[in-house]
């Protein structure tokens, strides 16, 4: 049995930060070929309805660049005022090049890039740079509240809630 402490916790937390992505659960990632018309990246967006971005992969699997709502949004109400033309290239609005991460690189390299970068989505590549995966600040979640099972699973509903008495007693 664990020791139910805050240091007990805290202890844990390093060696779990520094484990290879490859622990996480990951997303299957969305994806379009480039030359998709942004009329088309919308729609796969929309089709998933868990995703916020579609990733862009080249003919060989290889990760080309990203799309997000934010891209999208940031067109629409940022500076440029002329209108979107739905059937353009997703190459026109794509961020290439995005940062991403590899199946050997930490739990503690994503908490930075989600950290610094203000993404959401995490693009995972393998040893030969194929997209094979996305992760999101949910799966890292996810993944922490899964090493610390008798820890969350005796909080009380409420984060301040004193018991007057022992359960049952």
């Given at each position: 049995m664990t020791e139910l402490t805050e240091r007990g916790v805290t202890e844990r937390v390093p060696s779990l930060?520094?484990?290879p992505l490859k622990v996480l659960d990951r997303r299957e990632p969305v994806?379009?070929?480039?030359?998709?018309?942004?009329?088309?990246?919308?729609?796969?967006?929309?089709?998933?309805?868990?995703?916020?971005?579609?990733?862009?992969?080249?003919g060989d699997g290889k990760l080309a660049g990203v799309l997000t709502e934010r891209d999208i949004f940031a067109r629409l109400v940022g500076g440029d005022v002329e209108p979107i033309d739905l059937d353009h290239p997703v190459e026109t609005l794509m961020t290439t090049q995005?940062?991403?991460?590899?199946?050997?690189?930490?739990?503690?390299?994503?908490?930075e890039l989600l950290k610094t970068g203000r993404y959401r989505n995490i693009p995972l590549l393998d040893e030969t740079d194929h997209l094979i995966g996305v992760i999101r600040p949910q799966d890292i979640l996810r993944y922490l509240a899964?090493?610390?099972?008798?820890?969350?699973l005796n909080l009380p509903p409420r984060p301040h809630q004193q018991m007057k008495k022992p359960e049952g007693g």
């Open positions: 930060a520094e484990e994806t379009v070929a480039a030359g998709t018309s942004l009329r088309g990246c919308i729609a796969a967006i929309q089709r998933t309805g868990t995703g916020d971005s579609v990733f862009v992969t080249d995005p940062h991403h991460l590899h199946l050997e690189e930490t739990v503690r390299d994503a908490l899964e090493a610390f099972p008798e820890e969350l």
